[in-house]
């Protein structure tokens, strides 16, 4: 019943007025309507499978089983897409959102059920295969203070994020948004949607990329995407026992370099104090696939040198996000 009255929202929106436009202009924040735009013009064109809400369980080493838990609205009134897991391999096919949890109970959400894993003193480590995913199309893994939202939120799946998405905000750490050409990772207090972002692509923490097209692309010599790559993320404590940095690593098997680079500072959030709370009283990981013809914000010249001059949504098949563990921290690894 529930995708049903989502469809059939969603259906009646992008049929009932005149545009896209004016589709979009009936929701409130920038992220709303963008999505809802290109969502309409997926559904014209071919439509979104079926939504299992419990697609199977992955393996965390260090952490024990988690359970995949899909979501079946993407945003208030508007479908989902499917969550495909096979063998541990999440993929989240256009418009997916899936969540990992405790268990999974289909057709209902309970933010109880939701792991919350505290990452504070820890890494987090995964691999991702994002080469099919061009300009405009945003391949991401993030962090969500889900477990202790208590708000049902217009997505009825307890979902929150500081972008508003589903009508509740909270404090959100994007590990990798990310296509072939960009990536960026984000810090985002709750009541911050624009965050602060790192890496390469779009508009970036005082407009320097950490890597360029010649270490981070198709063919580059150090993440070479048109490969599965690792991506390791620590949090490491400080001397105040507060976050110190977001430490990013990527890295790929036969490869002669890594990137690397940390996040020690954001304004929004003096000394960490606030997100460090949440990453000790544990987040939820998020994975998601969506796309836009306006993510130059993501992969987009910048200042200048960044990959994508438009944003053609040449999304292909899913991406993956694999080979999930946690690991506990020595006090001084902290990347250069």
Known sequence: AQASFAHTAFFWHCAALPSRLAVAMAFSTWTQRVLLAALCAEVRGQGLGPVDQCPGS???????????????????????GPVKNVDGVVMPEMWGRAYLADQCTDGTYDHNQYVGIPLLGKKFIYTTDVSQA?????????????????????????????????????????????????????????????GLAQGFGGWVRDNHFEMTSAEYGPGARCIDTNSPFKVEVSFPVGNSGR????????????????????MDSYSHDAGFEHLSQSLAAGMTPVISYWKASDMLWLDGPGAGGGPCQQDDMACGTAPSFSAFAIEDLEASNLYP
């Open 134 to 194: 061009g300009c405009g199309c945003n391949a991401a893994l993030y962090l969500v203070s889900m477990k202790q939202n208590t708000e049902v939120s217009g997505c009825e799946d307890y979902y929150c994020d500081a972008n508003n998405v589903c009508g509740v905000r909270c404090d959100e750490i994007d590990i990798q948004e990310a296509n072939k050409f960009a990536l960026h990772p984000a810090l985002h207090r709750y009541d911050d949607g624009n």
């Open 58 to 80: 992955v393996n965390v080493m260090g952490a024990g089983t988690a359970t995949l838990v899909a979501t079946k609205i993407n945003m208030p009134g508007v479908p989902a």
């Open 243 to 262: 976050l110190a940095s977001m430490d990013v690593r990527l890295s790929q098997q036969g490869k002669p370099c890594d990137v690397s680079f940390r």
